[in-house]
């Protein structure tokens, strides 16, 4: 069974989270069936929701046909940083339990792939709020094992603005960095944390870009050129991501890779795959790796949950990805960059 690292997941923060180890009904992704579907390591997100919105990603969008929502409501620090602090123990005490290893190196992922071993998570911030804007808690949270952190999700902060959800939509919406987001980038950089370019806007992404501060990744995004919504990358952006030799984990969220934006799990894992091979083509299979949003979108029902993974590596297979392609695009990419970030 060719071994999944997956780049993004919102299991952590669901109602049901006490039951991630022993099994949960319902949702995308819990260790048994992570097991089941080859998947040995992954991106563990933190979010924290927007006031009033007591569900998150996960509800359903306006499509088909297209859609504009509006930015999201801003959410305080003291709010964040209180939740994600949480959400974070929640993580610590299944690794304090056995169930999976947090990964602070980059040999924490390789040991993952041993016969018999715990799967491995890899703590991440999906949106900046719990750190306050003077960076005085960055090294704390690092400390606490933050490996990895988007400066916005799709609403505004200290650091950056994210991208609505709009489509059809350039992704060019909105300011860029501030001062502020400027030295989070640095920072990250300093201290080995990934800088995750999901949900941010297209001048904010060229902010990043210009620092180079490590290889541009975005863990849960599309090609804009296959589905034109705001979540997703244009050509320049790909462009970019290749000549920095980062990743795209391609996102299986319905509503951001079907070309009509339709937030229905009746989708064909052809659709995902789409995506994939259009940036294979555009940047290279080096730069192609797997982003799911495990809990946090409508997946397509041929996939189902993560037991499903090797349906869509036979989705891959389908479009021409070689055996050595699919075990990079599934493990090794991912393993790469996340190594020249944490140096
Ligand atoms: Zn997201």
Redesign the pocket.
Known sequence: MIAIFDG?N?ALTREDHARLASGRDGGHLDLPRMRAGGMRGGIF?L?TPSPGEEEH?GRPFGGPGGFVEPLAEPVAHEVAAADATAAAGRLLALERAGELTVARRIEDVDAALAEGASPVAVLHL?GAEAIDPGLEALPAWHAMGLRSL?PV??RANAFATGVQFAMPSSPDIGPGLTDAGVALVKACAELGIVVDL??LNEKGFWDVARLEAGPLVAS?SGAHAVAEASRNLTDAQLDAIGESDGLVGI?YATAFVRPDFADDADTPLSVIADHARYVADRIGARHVALGS?FD??TIPAPLGDVAGLPKLLDALRAVGFTEPELEAVAWSNWRRVLAAWWH
């Open positions: 993004h919102d997100a979010f990603e999906e988007g999700w799709s999901s949900h849960h996102v949003d946090g979108a």
